[in-house]
């Protein structure tokens, strides 16, 4: 019976217990991103405060993953995961006692700013423990966390608020704060630096005393960041820009056109995700990305040029799954890339410039769509979604892909 090296395997302890950390933290999230403007509106008698429930939160989360990056790359992984969570749970409870509107978006700044510190030191650990050979393949089953919190987040959060009455919101609060518990003891249980450590060494610091012995001096930086990093950021930030037209505007859209109810839209979209980080994870792995972003991304964009011809529901939750197969394949496959050209030791950095753009992509969406959407209407801002595909594609093509790095690198080092 042949069995794959342990250095190959991929589910270890340690992977399982950050998937596991991620789940809770991530649930929260999503109750939320539902429940909070809800929560805001009954405790300040209006709704604006619920959009700023949402901004104060991505731009502390934001803020928090340069700071995270350099510091675990500088004193280990676990221990930022470790505070992440504490903070997090502590800002869920505190939601619970608090009745003052400012003290609320005080507290959500908090809450942004741990799950920040959270999300980015779990991508640095992800990329840590799975075997190199094995990189987008372990990503896309790590990134399935956020598809199960995506689907089940914010059922949870309104079947317990349904009522409104102030109790429900505890409770919500109150088993929020104990899922960040969970994350915490799962965070504590990752081990594999103190075993690094035992043997005198980190596991990122092995990795790059090889590549100082094969290739010299490590990557210079910019802000923390190694130069590698900064186009495949630009892509996804183009990518999730466009993305954000889905995510915030579809219902909106449907509303227009008098679509009715589209839930199944995002039902079939999440089934797309699930096959493709199941399948194309291996593919990019054993064939290189460029086979799974280039076509994904053309898909991409060829569904945001449909959507305005849509007439009937029917269509648009056809398109769903297409949408969601592409998507699940670009983001892990791109994410294993960046974490494959910078340094082991610099993976928090790289952590953090991959959250960040997800970060700036949908935020800088969601404003500059509105905007088209009041002015230009609903058929522009998808067809501006399916042009900034295709200048991802474009910066992917001429500037990211397999062979352009290969070749620019082979001529360097022979300079």
């Known amino acids: 019976m042949n069995k794959k090296p342990q250095s ?66 500088r004193i280990g992984r676990v221990k930022m995961l470790i505070i992440g969570a504490i903070i997090c749970a502590g800002a869920c409870a505190l939601y619970g006692v608090t009745t003052s509107i400012l003290l609320l978006l005080g507290i959500r700044v908090i809450n942004g700013f741990g799950f920040g510190m959270h999300s980015t030191s779990a991508g640095a650990v992800v990329a840590d423990v ?109 990518f999730n820009f466009a993305s954000s037209s889905i995510n915030t505007f579809l219902a909106l859209y449907a509303q227009e056109k008098v679509l009715g109810n589209i839930g199944a839209f995002f039902t079939v979209n999440a089934a797309g995700l699930l096959v493709s980080r199941l399948l194309f994870g291996k593919v990019a792995d054993r064939r290189g990305p460029d086979i799974v972003v280039i076509p994904g991304i053309i898909v991409m964009a060829v569904c945001y040029c449909l959507i305005p011809f849509i007439k009937t529901p029917i269509w648009l939750f056809l398109l769903g799954f297409p949408i969601g197969l592409a998507h699940g394949g670009i983001i892990p496959a791109v994410n294993a890339l960046m974490f494959r050209r910078c340094s082991p030791q610099r993976r928090g950095t790289a952590a953090a410039a991959y959250f960040a753009a997800l970060d700036i992509g949908f935020a800088i969406g969601g404003s500059v ?47």
Not at 21 to 31: K, V
Not at 194 to 200: I, M, S, Y
Not at 390 to 413: F, R, T
Request: aromatic share 14%; proline share 3%; charged share 20%.
């Open 8 to 73: 190959e395997r991929l589910l270890s302890k340690d992977y399982i217990l950050i998937i596991l950390a991620a789940t809770g933290t991530s649930l929260c999230n999503f109750f939320f991103f539902t429940a909070l403007p809800l929560y805001a509106e009954k405790i300040s008698g209006s709704n604006l405060y619920g959009g700023l429930m949402l901004t104060v939160y991505a731009f502390a989360a934001l803020a928090a993953r340069p700071i995270t990056g350099n510091i675990i790359d």
């Open 369 to 415: 769509f509105g905007f088209v959407a009041d002015g230009l209407g609903f058929d522009w801002l998808y067809w501006f979604a399916a042009g900034l595909t295709a200048v991802a594609c474009i910066v992917y093509i001429k500037s990211v892909a397999e062979k352009k790095y290969q070749k620019k690198h082979k001529s360097e080092n022979i300079a």
């Open 130 to 238: 799975i075997p190199k050979a094995r990189m987008a393949e372990g990503i896309g089953y790590f990134n399935l966390y956020a598809t199960f919190a995506t689907a089940v987040g914010p059922y949870i959060a309104l079947t317990l608020v349904a009522d409104g009455e102030m109790s429900s919101f505890q409770r919500l609060f109150f088993l929020a704060s104990s899922l960040c518990l969970v994350s915490l003891v799962c965070d504590s249980f990752i081990n594999y630096e103190k075993k690094a450590k035992k043997e005198g060494r980190t596991a990122a610091a092995a990795d790059a005393e090889e590549i100082e012995k094969q290739k010299g001096p490590l990557p210079k930086t910019f802000m923390g960041f190694e130069y590698a990093v900064f186009l495949p950021v630009l892509v996804l930030i183009l």
